[in-house]
């Protein structure tokens, strides 16, 4: 028995040893030094805005809540209990009920989502013309036009699919029945004035925006020119070692993915891999839009918001699929160092029981091809416990715990100052960092941060205090850290930017 111990133990020293010499740990000090690839393949309007221009009616793409209030009653419409009922036109204020989320069809028609997730449309089990939110699956009934003035956009008419107008006859009564051309004027009870509450930009909206004849070609021309190979080596020509590349579940659907979706997303990865080896840099693929979208954010590809990743067993084995598709494309590549399962699952949405069951299932598709990867796992977003993955994560070679810290999305940054968002990165997030780093857990990976806060009028020395603080501290989580992001419209967001004007120098 004893010499069975002894043999088994040499064995596991062997793998282990094998596992840190192949990732360059042998020497415990090696750490990625990384930047993410945001806006690339996984589409976020507010990196490169541009992307958006040449989409018809732009202003009405999927995510985007809008509220109507209706010139002649003085009021906006709403759902009724926020769904499952009529629609009516009582509230004197806007909030949830009162906001209607596109489906956009094409640039003209839409479906109109409500709080509880049912379609506005037409009564079709009473008079067909009452209208009433109560659908789960839209059909006809539940299409609409809307026609804007063209002298006023903000004013709007809604053209139900019987041909008839939207009307507001009383606070408790909206009917689709009114005929007729309209002079926009306050005493027309078809006419709106429309609020618009919400946009999101992501790649479900880029895609479906431009429809299936022009978004092959946009999206390409994104793709091969967005990153290039003269970003991989300036990249590590400036101490970087690493990119984190965000991809989206329907890569690995390439070609032919499912609708809005485009084919050549998986081109341009294999591209990367090319040049991260031809450049000596390691490569971490991350799942950043996932399923069903496990945040109901824009970067994780919601059409409207909503959070549905992980809510079923073939959900999470979809999402499994792709891991191990894209893990079995690329684990013989020698840039391949990580691969991370999901990025920022919202709590409480996306439950503990569903992350810990998909990390556990993604992690073994990983290891069905690589013995050597990394594997990362992101803390789940407005969860109470830093550590709630570490019963899983402690008992996994090589697993890492990806945390997010911006100084950013909260109030509580709001006033602060220079020298307070300073300190805040030596003292709380120093402490959170070492909270995390034990001894016999997983590794820990900043996944992502920014030079950016709220601070106005900050100097260029500012800037390069608070970027100093953060690579100091970010510097001792144990796997490395991956700033947000290489290319960007506003400036500081942009690694590329913030190297070539001096004020991070690696």
């Known amino acids: 028995m004893e010499i069975y111990s002894t043999r088994q133990l040499l064995i596991t020293c062997v793998i282990v040893l094998s596992f840190y010499l192949s990732h360059g740990r042998v020497n415990p000090s090696f750490k990625i030094k990384a930047v993410n690839l945001g806006g690339w393949l996984v589409?976020?309007?507010?990196?490169?805005?541009?992307?958006?221009?040449?989409?018809?009616?732009?202003?009405?793409?999927d995510g985007t809540g809008l509220q109507f209030k209706s010139v002649t009653v003085g009021k906006y419409l709403s759902a009724e209990a926020g769904g499952g009922n009529i629609i009516v036109a009582n509230r004197t204020s806007a909030s949830g009920w009162e906001t209607f989320t596109l489906w956009r069809i094409s640039a003209t028609n839409f479906k109109f989502r409500v709080f509880s997730k049912q379609f506005v449309g037409s009564d079709t089990k009473g008079n067909g013309i009452d209208v009433v939110a109560v659908s789960r699956t839209p059909g006809r009934s539940e299409t609409?036009?809307?026609?804007?003035?063209?002298?006023?956009?903000?004013?709007?008419?809604?053209?139900?699919?019987?041909g008839f107008f939207l009307q507001a006859k009383t606070e408790e009564l909206v009917t689709a029945d009114y005929a007729g051309a309209s002079k926009w004027g306050d005493d027309d009870p078809s006419v709106f004035v429309m609020t618009i509450a919400g946009r999101l930009q992501g790649e479900f909206q880029v895609t479906n925006g431009y429809g299936p004849k022009l978004a092959p070609t946009v999206m390409r021309e994104h793709w091969r020119t967005f990153i290039v190979e003269d970003d991989f080596k300036f990249i590590s020509q400036n101490g970087i070692n690493a990119v984190r590349i965000p991809v989206g579940w329907w890569i690995a659907s390439d070609p032919t993915p499912p609708q809005p979706y485009v084919g050549g997303s998986l081109n341009a990865l294999d591209n990367a891999f090319l040049w991260a080896q031809k450049y000596g840099l390691k490569v971490v693929i991350d799942l950043h839009a996932a399923p069903g979208s496990q945040n109901g954010w824009e970067h994780s590809s919601s059409r409207d918001g909503s959070q549905e990743w992980g809510q079923t067993d073939a959900n999470i084995q979809q999402t499994v699929d792709v891991i191990d598709f894209l893990t079995s494309r690329y684990a013989k590549n020698p840039s391949l160092y990580a691969v991370e399962l999901i990025n920022e699952p919202r709590a409480p949405g996306a439950s503990l029981d569903s992350v810990t069951k998909y990390y556990k299932?993604?992690?073994?598709?990983?290891?069905?091809?690589?013995?050597?990867?990394?594997?990362?796992m992101s803390n789940r977003l407005s969860s109470a416990d830093p550590r709630e993955l570490f019963p899983l994560a402690?008992?996994?070679?090589?697993?890492?715990?990806?945390?997010?810290?911006?100084?950013?999305?909260?109030?509580?940054?709001n006033s602060m100052s220079v020298q307070q968002n300073i300190d805040f990165i030596h003292t709380n997030r120093s402490a959170q960092l070492n909270y995390l780093t034990t001894s016999n857990g997983p590794l820990t990976f900043v996944g992502e941060w920014v030079a950016e806060w709220q601070v106005s009028g900050a100097t260029k020395e500012d800037y390069q205090r608070f970027a100093k603080a953060q690579l100091e501290v970010f510097g001792r989580a144990t796997f490395g850290w991956a700033y947000w992001t290489l290319k960007n419209v506003n400036d500081h967001w942009s690694l590329e930017w913030m190297i070539k004007n001096g004020y991070i120098t690696l």
């Open 43 to 61: 589409t976020e309007g507010w990196i490169k805005p541009s992307l958006f221009d040449g989409i018809a009616n732009k202003d009405f793409l």
């Open 144 to 162: 609409f036009e809307i026609v804007r003035n063209s002298n006023d956009s903000s004013r709007v008419r809604i053209k139900a699919s019987n």
């Open 361 to 376: 299932a993604g992690y073994d598709a990983v290891r069905k091809h690589s013995s050597t990867a990394y594997v990362v």
């Open 394 to 413: 402690s008992g996994l070679t090589g697993s890492v715990v990806d945390v997010h810290y911006y100084n950013l999305f909260s109030d509580v940054f």
